[in-house]
């Protein structure tokens, strides 16, 4: 890999193809380009120092370029050990006006394919600010929350003055955290504390990074103030359903390229993600049925045509598994020996514990062989085989590109606006979890209408009396549901 002291990427040398990419999406990315013009010359984020932790992808560099362009200064990693597109990472490193034998871009920390110790060094370096005051960041732009939580264990720690030797949460991925913060607690004993007093705040893009945080806010424990951005209508009821229409199918057919008519996929989870996939897979002439544990998810599957039912009535049937549900253990190894030879099993919620993984490995006599990279055989015994994608992570981004950027315009036009918010407001958001205001969420699906040919009725004045709203919005109350 290419590596100067600021920045770590796979070859610098793609950056040329990222670049052309990075300029077809902007067109796509009507929200973020908008921005841009609209607060371009304000600079609203000029003295913002934001670390990103975030799938380093073809949009996400429109974001991080939206960002600079808005006046902040930016360093960046991946949320995930397989996301990052070599190219998109390459381009953002080199930036518009380098060359890759002239770098001049924003320091990214990211390439495909890390292993779990590097993963957490680049969330380190993009957590670490050289030639700053404090030496960090003062926000935090997160995705699963893994920046968010490398702060908070560190000021944990360095509270306690020691770093436990194990964690009974994850204690594979975990272990990589505990060394870490071992390690700097020895350098600087209060590197963690000093960088955590500096952040006005972290906006969080997905549902199981939300859920940490409102853990830390009920615990007591948050240091700094959050957006929860998975929470704006035009982001989770976009990005995680329209989103994963589009790229759960991208994964497994450029994984498998299996045909999809005709077989059986469980989708285990009927939430956001869980919707989407399943419209996904019923489009290309899929029988889906569906899991879940929350009534009212199972009732709406049965509503919408699915058959529900238990992973342990159609585990040794169906021919693709897909968990969705952002919970741990859903499909076991127990529940993969009984599979049927070839079934296909992936996951595309954020954490890979949906699917036992540890569990697999340790079935007596298995053999696991790799098809090519993220796509890999498991043997039994008895010579069945099942296919397993992306190491059970997140199989959209792991085996495809992730979401393309129509519906990623919308998610990061809302992080972008979150960032402006706690960056330029701070005196209106202490330390809590908040949404986006509902006037902001309308303007993001506002900037994507032209785009899609969309012509919005505009209200008269005596409807707005009527239904009680202003004629330029919010229309609706904070709890409706869409
Ligand atoms: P959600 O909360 O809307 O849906 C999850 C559903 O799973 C819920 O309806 C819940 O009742 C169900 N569930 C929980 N335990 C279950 C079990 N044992 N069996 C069956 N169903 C169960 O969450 P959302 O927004 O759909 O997100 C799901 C996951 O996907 C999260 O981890 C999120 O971070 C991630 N995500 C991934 C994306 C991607 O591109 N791969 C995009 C957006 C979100």
Same mark, same amino acid.
């Given at each position: 890999s290419?590596?100067?002291?600021?920045?770590k990427v796979?070859d610098?040398?793609l950056?040329?193809?990222?670049?052309?990419?990075?300029?077809?999406?902007?067109?796509?990315?009507?929200?973020?380009m908008?921005?841009?013009?609209? =607060?371009?010359?304000?600079?609203?984020?000029a003295?913002?120092?934001?670390?990103? #932790? +975030?799938?380093?992808?073809?949009?996400t560099? /429109?974001?991080i370029?939206?960002?600079?362009?808005?006046?902040?200064?930016?360093?960046?990693? #991946?949320?995930?050990i397989?996301?990052?597109?070599?190219?998109?990472?390459?381009?953002v490193?080199?930036g518009p006006?380098g060359?890759?034998?002239?770098?001049?871009?924003?320091p990214?920390?990211?390439w495909k394919?890390e #292993?779990?110790?590097e *993963?957490?060094?680049?969330?380190?370096?993009?957590?670490?600010?050289?030639?700053?005051?404090?030496?960090?960041?003062?926000?935090?732009l997160?995705?699963?929350?893994?920046?968010?939580?490398? !702060?908070?264990?560190?000021v944990?720690? &360095?509270?306690a003055?020691?770093v436990p030797?194990?964690?009974p949460?994850?204690?594979e991925? *975990?272990?990589?955290?505990?060394?870490? !913060?071992?390690?700097?607690?020895?350098?600087?004993p209060q590197?963690?504390?000093? !960088?955590?007093?500096e952040? %006005?705040g972290?906006?969080e893009?997905?549902?199981?990074?939300?859920?940490? !945080?409102? &853990?830390m806010?009920q615990?007591g424990?948050?240091l700094?103030?959050a957006?929860?951005?998975?929470?704006a209508?035009t982001?989770?009821?976009f990005?995680?359903? *329209?989103?994963c %229409?589009?790229s759960?199918?991208?994964?497994?057919?450029r994984?498998?390229?299996v045909l999809?008519?005709?077989? /059986?996929?469980?989708?285990?989870?009927?939430g $956001?993600v869980?919707?989407?996939c399943?419209?996904s897979?019923?489009?290309?002439g899929?029988?889906?049925?569906?899991?879940?544990?929350?009534p009212?998810?199972?009732?709406?599957?049965?509503?919408?045509?699915?058959?529900?039912?238990? +992973? $342990?009535?159609?585990v040794?049937?169906?021919?693709i598994?897909?968990?969705?549900t952002?919970?741990?253990d859903?499909i076991?190894?127990a $529940?993969?020996? %009984?599979?049927?030879?070839?079934a296909? /099993?992936?996951?595309?919620?954020?954490f890979?514990?949906?699917i $036992?993984?540890?569990g697999?490995?340790k079935?007596?006599?298995?053999v696991?062989?790799?098809?090519?990279?993220?796509?890999?055989?498991?043997?039994?015994?008895?010579?069945k085989t099942?296919i397993?994608l992306?190491?059970?992570?997140?199989?959209n981004?792991g085996n495809?590109?992730?979401?393309?950027?129509?519906?990623m #315009?919308?998610?990061f036009t809302d992080?972008?606006?979150?960032?402006?918010?706690l960056?330029?407001?701070p005196?209106? *958001?202490p330390?809590?979890?908040?949404?986006?205001?509902?006037?902001?969420?309308?303007?993001?699906?506002?900037?994507?209408?032209?785009?899609?040919?969309?012509?919005?009725t505009t209200l %008269?004045? &005596?409807?707005?009396? =009527?239904?009680?709203?202003?004629?330029?919005?919010p =229309?609706?109350?904070?709890?409706?549901r =869409?």
């Open positions: 290419t590596s100067t002291a600021d920045f796979a610098l040398s950056a040329v193809f990222g670049r052309k990419e990075i300029t077809l999406a902007e067109h796509e990315m009507p929200g973020l908008s921005l841009r013009e609209e =607060y371009g010359t304000a600079q609203p984020l003295g913002a120092r934001v670390t990103g #932790s +975030l799938h380093m992808t073809v949009q560099a /429109v974001l370029e939206t960002l600079v362009a808005l006046g902040a200064e930016v360093r960046w990693a #991946s949320c995930n397989f996301s990052t597109q070599d190219h998109a990472a390459a381009a490193a080199v006006d060359t890759p034998d002239n770098p001049k871009g924003v990214v920390f990211a394919g #292993s779990l110790e *993963y957490w060094w680049c969330t380190e370096q993009a957590l670490t600010w050289p030639n700053t005051p404090t030496g960090g960041p003062n926000m935090i997160d995705d699963g929350g893994d920046a968010t939580l490398l !702060l908070h264990k560190g944990e720690f &360095e509270k003055g020691s030797a194990t964690s949460e994850d204690p991925e *975990y272990g990589y955290v505990l060394g870490l !913060l071992r390690r700097t607690l020895g350098e600087n590197k963690w504390t000093q !960088l955590a007093s952040i %006005r972290v906006t893009e997905t549902t199981t990074g939300v859920h940490r !945080l409102y &853990e806010q615990d424990t948050l700094f103030p957006i929860n951005v998975n929470d209508v982001k989770s009821k990005d995680n359903k *329209y989103g %229409r589009h759960l199918v991208d994964g497994i057919n994984a498998t390229d999809i008519g005709g077989k /059986v996929a469980v989708i285990c989870g009927y $956001d869980g919707k989407g399943a419209e897979l019923r489009g290309q899929a029988r889906v049925v569906i899991t879940e544990i929350d009212i998810c199972a009732l709406q599957a049965a509503m919408d045509g699915y058959q529900v039912a238990t +992973l $342990d009535d159609v040794e049937t169906a021919d598994f897909v968990t969705t952002g919970n741990r859903i076991m190894a $529940d993969m020996t %009984r599979m049927k030879h070839q296909i /099993v992936g996951n595309i919620g954020h890979d514990n949906e $036992d993984m540890a697999l490995a079935v007596p006599g298995i696991k062989d790799e098809v090519k990279p993220q796509v890999h055989t498991w043997t039994f015994p008895d010579g099942i397993v992306s190491e059970g992570r997140l199989l981004l495809a590109t992730g979401h393309p950027s129509f519906v #315009s919308n998610s992080q972008t606006l979150a960032q402006i918010e960056f330029t407001k005196e209106e *958001y330390i809590g979890v908040y949404v986006l205001p509902k006037h902001l969420d309308e303007k993001v699906a506002r900037l994507h209408l032209d785009a899609l040919g969309v012509r919005l %008269r004045p &005596e409807q707005a009396a =009527y239904i009680g709203v202003k004629v330029e919005g =229309y609706k109350s904070d709890h409706y =869409y």
